[in-house]
């Protein structure tokens, strides 16, 4: 299977917290960034962050940077997005992706253009 499969979302309040799975094949996480976006009811899918192949450089979006933290554990082929202090405004589903191209930028990172793969998605809800 080459789309990564998300898991992990559900209902928390305001202040809460939420951990996001997504695990994909080894033929596609082995070299690939992975991304986190998010998309809520009427807007644009928008990005949230982002990881390099090797781990060691990560991007976040301003809106939630210091409440979320991107990881990725390869012997697992898995990455994990923590989030912390979750807002009203986090609610939304979120999609992993993997970019099996080199592109070590924070434009392109950000872009979901640039992305070849997929989940379905994991609901969010933050209760206010």
């Known amino acids: 299977q080459v789309q990564p499969v998300e898991s992990g979302g559900g209902l928390v309040q305001a202040g809460g917290s939420l951990r996001l799975s997504c695990a994909a094949s080894?033929?596609?996480?082995?070299?690939?960034?992975m991304g986190w976006f998010r998309q809520a009811p009427g807007k644009e899918r928008e990005f949230v962050a982002a990881i390099s192949w090797s781990g060691d450089i990560t991007y976040y979006a301003d809106s939630v940077k210091g409440r979320f933290t991107i990881s990725r554990d390869n012997a697992k082929n898995t990455v994990i997005l923590q989030m912390n202090s979750l807002k009203f405004e986090d609610t939304a589903v979120y999609y992993c992706?993997?970019?099996?191209?080199?592109?070590?930028?924070?434009?392109?990172?950000?872009?979901?253009?640039?992305?070849?793969?997929w989940g379905q998605g994991t609901q969010v809800t933050v209760s206010s």
């Open positions: 080894r033929r596609t996480f082995d070299m690939s960034a």
């Open positions: 992706a993997i970019d099996i191209n080199y592109c070590p930028s924070y434009v392109c990172r950000a872009s979901a253009y640039n992305y070849d793969y």
